[in-house]
């Protein structure tokens, strides 16, 4: 029988996501790479119960992860029942719907009936009554957004998700959407986009409609696809995502990069951190990031993840050394 850590909640800390009654984990974890049915269950099991021993409340699926699709929601929704099914209501279980997910014209996109139809089958996978937050993946050019977020509001209003989210959208459909959802009286509760020290679009906009909007943020990819790691410092492993991830790929890792990320790693270690970790520290600075959505392959990768969390904020000096190499 599994018996978390009973300290777990001392040492993590918990923001408040947007002007919700919500709070989210600084650091999440998300399920979106070796959580599916082609990876190892007991390790997949081993990082669920670190991360909740750590504190970590916030597990973040899609209907597409896995591989193949649907299938790290199984996986969570197996050891959710053989471990975490009595601590259900401390828990964060998030989902989505955007992406194609079944043929035809009704498995992709925006539409009311693919994503009423989507969490329906996410609820299976996983054997839940309700998740906590659903999210539209990504932006539909053609359908409406009245469509899209009238679907989202019937769904909270349903009680088969308790909060709505958005996640990809630029800062005036974002804006658009907010909108609807206030009133339809279900405010937007979540922004999901990525963010990291390579990638800094959200900087553009989005934070700032995010902070008058009143809507919370979490950061996917902080490490810019494990980029912002020490991993590749003295080349390409042969295990490694850039080896064989479509999202990572050899040509990305220039010696232009890899000369910002020797330097950024310098900084990291005069911090007494990994640059994984500085990386985490440098996402959260900003006041509208509720939490830092990180991935893992192992336990101590989750591990190293909220040890982040006690190092000091990133000071001014640091801060700018950090703007001049980027």
């Known amino acids: 029988m599994y018996a ?4 777990r909640y001392e040492a993590m800390r918990y923001n408040r996501c947007g002007r919700s009654g919500l709070k989210l984990p600084a650091v999440s974890l998300g399920l979106w790479h070796n959580f599916g049915g082609l990876d190892p269950r007991e390790n997949a099991r081993a990082m669920i119960r670190r991360a909740f021993d750590l504190g970590i409340t916030h597990f973040d699926l899609a209907n597409n992860y896995g591989p ?35 043929p035809g014209p009704y498995g992709d996109f925006g539409s009311r009936k693919y994503l009423i139809a989507s ?3 996410s609820l299976r996978r996983m054997g839940l009554q309700y998740v906590d937050i659903f999210y539209h993946h990504r932006p539909d050019p053609q359908t409406p957004l009245e469509e ?3 679907a989202l509001a019937d769904i909270v209003r349903s009680g088969k998700a308790l909060y709505a989210g958005i996640s990809s959208y630029q800062p005036d459909p974002t804006r658009e959407s907010s909108e609807i959802l206030r009133a339809l009286g279900r405010p937007c509760a979540i922004h999901q986009p990525s963010y990291s020290m390579f990638n800094r679009w959200v900087e553009d906009g989005l934070l700032d409609v995010l ?13 810019a696809q ?7 410092l003295q080349g390409i492993p042969a295990d490694s995502r850039a080896a064989h991830s479509i999202f990572l790929r050899p040509e990305a890792i220039t010696a232009e990069v890899m000369a910002k990320v020797t330097k950024l790693n310098e900084i990291a270690r005069a ?10 520290s440098w996402v959260l600075r900003r006041k509208e ?13 989750i591990e190293d993840a909220v040890a982040a969390l006690q190092a000091p904020p990133l000071s001014a000096e640091e801060l700018k050394k950090i703007e001049e190499i980027l």
């Not at 050891?79 to 079944?102: F, H, N, Q, V």
Request: hydrophobic share 40%.
């Open 226 to 232: 494990v980029l912002l790691t020490d991993r590749y």
């Open 271 to 280: 911090r007494g951190q990994k640059l994984s970790q500085m990386a985490i």
């Open 119 to 121: 969490l329906d089958q």
């Open 289 to 301: 990031v509720t939490s830092a959505l990180i991935g893992a392959s192992k336990v101590s990768q």
């Open 68 to 102: 193949p699709p649907g299938s790290a929601e199984e996986t969570f929704g197996a050891i959710l029942r053989s471990d975490l099914a009595p601590y259900r209501d401390e828990l964060i279980i998030s989902t989505k719907a955007g992406w194609g997910m079944w």
């Open 4 to 7: 978390p850590n009973e300290s």
């Open 148 to 150: 899209t977020m009238g």
């Open 211 to 223: 902070g008058r909007e009143g809507i919370g943020c979490i950061v996917f990819s902080p490490l």
